[in-house]
């Protein structure tokens, strides 16, 4: 039965470039630019909105090939938001949508700033260096 009283619901959906933008910036993530948003977001493998009473608070996105290779990027929740188990939500939908449609063998990542860690080593992430690899990364300036 669902819980009318719960303000907060999960749709499977992309935002808008400028939601987008705003949603990252306010939940203290860095900027992008809006024509690297618009071109990004048609290229999501899977994307979910976190409302609060209709209004957008939260999000997460999976990129990736289809089949070998995904990574769970831009999840964030505001800031007035936050503390409510609100991105265990975005994550359960992400995984499970990932666990009904990858295939066995993809290789998903995602990259953890700060505390993030311990949410999603709960889905089952580990720090890459459990393998011996390491994640690098690098920004086009």
């Known amino acids: 039965m669902p819980n009318n009283s719960d303000p907060y619901a999960i749709e499977a959906g992309l935002p808008s470039v400028d939601v987008f933008r705003r949603l990252r ?5 860095s900027d992008k630019d ?5 071109l990004a977001l048609p290229h999501s493998w899977y994307g ?3 409302r609060h009473r209709g209004e957008p608070v939260g999000m997460g996105r999976i990129i990736g090939d289809g089949g070998t290779a995904f990574q769970i990027v831009d999840i964030c929740v505001h800031p007035d938001h936050q ?5 265990r939500r ?9 666990e009904r449609r990858a295939p066995s063998s ?3 990542s995602l990259i953890a700033d ?3 860690k311990f ?6 992430f580990v720090e890459t260096a459990t393998y011996g690899s390491v994640g690098m990364s690098r920004v086009i300036t």
């Open 25 to 29: 910036t306010d939940a203290g993530l």
């Open 34 to 38: 809006p024509a690297a948003v618009a």
């Open 48 to 50: 979910v909105l976190l």
């Open 83 to 87: 503390g409510r188990g609100l991105g």
């Open 90 to 98: 975005i994550m359960a939908a992400l995984t499970d949508e990932l």
């Open 106 to 108: 993809a290789y998903v």
């Open 114 to 116: 700060g505390p993030a």
């Open 119 to 124: 949410l999603y080593e709960k889905f089952g």
